[in-house]
């Protein structure tokens, strides 16, 4: 197993030195090998987010060090970090530009962190590129090619913003609730699809999710955080054999007893 995320001793800290100062990563560490893909849980506002806006670069930390292989990720800018780290959000019009096109969108993806100057055109070489990366999501998007990105729903569009997001084939790919905000069926889809993904191009993956089914279920890996912390990190047998029940009892024991268990959000399934 080789390493590939290194997370130590990381501080991020939201009004500092002020009366509502809000250490929000606490001494926080955490290592992913290689393919690992691991599922994060955690209740509201407790850090999910800005832990992956400090690997992104989108936020700085205040001291520790993140690394991605033998790269200081921390003294990079985001945009350096973009060449490296995919990411998805909750929200499906966050991944993809409405009003241009399918193509255009995914030309863009393409250049993501280079300063080729040919931002969205297409030649023929790429267009057939694209429409083999997109036969792969079945969802019959490789004939819409210069369909504005606007007429499809959030599902294809969230299917579409993962396709973008690994075309480069990033070192790490984050994911951020992205399936929240679909209806069951097609959050389903895109679950199911992330799978295919992950598994096809062995892509390491940190996936926060509040569906603790989806976090058993899918990835090697679990963790849990807690204010600030890490407070569980499951993986190989005692993953298999995770309940929800036993993750809600888990949760109560690791958090030592105050977790909020009227979080609907960590205990729905
Ligand atoms: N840019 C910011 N400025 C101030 N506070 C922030 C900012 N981003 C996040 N926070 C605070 O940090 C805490 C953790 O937020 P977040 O990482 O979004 O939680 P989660 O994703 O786990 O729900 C919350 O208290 C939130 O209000
Ligand atoms: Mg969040």
Not at 105 to 123: F, K, Y
Not at 180 to 199: C, F, G, H, I, K
Not at 208 to 217: D, G, K, S
Request: with cysteine; hydrophobic share 40%; charged share 25%.
């Amino acid at each position: 197993m080789t390493m590939l995320l290194s997370i130590e001793n990381v501080n991020k800290a939201f009004g500092r030195g002020t009366i509502h100062e809000n250490r929000v990563l606490r001494d926080f560490n955490l290592v992913l090998n290689t393919g690992d893909f691991v599922s994060v849980i955690g209740s509201n506002g407790t850090g999910k987010t800005t832990l992956m806006n400090c690997i992104a670069g989108s936020y700085g930390v205040d001291t520790g060090e993140i690394r991605l292989g033998d790269m200081v990720l921390n003294k990079q800018p985001a945009r350096r970090r973009a060449k490296y780290i995919g990411r998805v959000f909750q929200n499906p019009s966050t991944g993809t530009a409405s009003d241009l096109t399918i193509a255009e969108n995914m030309a863009i993806a393409w250049r993501r962190g280079e300063r080729s100057g040919l931002g969205r055109s297409v030649d023929a070489g790429l267009r057939a590129m694209f429409k083999e990366r997109l036969e792969f999501l079945g969802l019959g998007l490789e004939d819409r090619l210069d369909v504005p990105v606007r007429y499809l729903s959030g599902g294809q569009r969230q299917a579409l913003s993962l396709l973008m997001a690994t075309l480069r084939r990033p070192k790490l790919l984050l994911l951020d609730e992205h399936t929240a905000s679909l209806d069951p069926n097609t959050s389903l889809q895109v679950m199911e699809l992330t799978d295919r993904l992950v598994r096809e191009y062995r892509q390491t993956t940190l996936m926060i999710t509040h569906n603790m089914q989806n976090a058993i279920q899918y990835g090697n890996r679990l963790i849990m955080l807690h204010e600030g912390h890490v407070v569980a990190d499951v993986s190989g047998a005692e993953k298999e054999g995770l309940t929800v029940p036993l993750l809600v009892e888990m949760f109560r024991r690791q958090a030592n007893g105050d977790l909020p268990l009227s979080d609907k959000v960590v205990l729905t399934a």
